[in-house]
């Protein structure tokens, strides 16, 4: 995903996707908050690829060089995802619950 970057006279920022013209913020934003804005949108990246990668491996993983394809884990980290989004706190459990269970020290 890329995002088309404003700048203004000032030094402050402003930013769209450039995929779905998505606002990154409706105002002008110093670079310091500019900045919290692009790390909590990785963060939020960081937990869904997650998510997948504990709800879908192997399945469309390389494994003794042939695909692995295993229907029923096929999508269903895409599928958590979009089913609990607007839920509250179940996707940070989720994450949690997968950082805990595979011991990963961040």
């Known amino acids: 995903m890329g995002l088309a970057i404003k700048r203004n006279a000032k030094g402050l920022y402003k ?7 998505e606002s990154v913020s409706d105002v002008w934003l ?4 500019f900045k919290r804005v692009l790390i909590v949108r990785s963060y ?16 469309g993983y390389y494994v003794n060089d042939s695909r692995e394809w295993i229907d029923e884990k096929a999508g269903a980290g895409s599928s958590f995802l979009l089913e609990n989004w607007k839920k509250a ?7 949690r619950e997968i950082i805990e269970r595979l011991k990963i020290e961040l």
Not at 16 to 21: A, E, G, P
Not at 30 to 33: R, V, Y
Not at 89 to 95: G, L
């Open 30 to 33: 110093t670079e310091d908050e």
């Open 89 to 95: 706190n179940t996707i940070e459990e989720k994450y």
């Open 15 to 21: 930013a769209k996707s450039t995929i779905s013209d």
């Open 44 to 59: 939020w990246r960081f937990i869904e690829e997650t998510i997948k990668i504990d709800l879908e491996f192997p399945s």
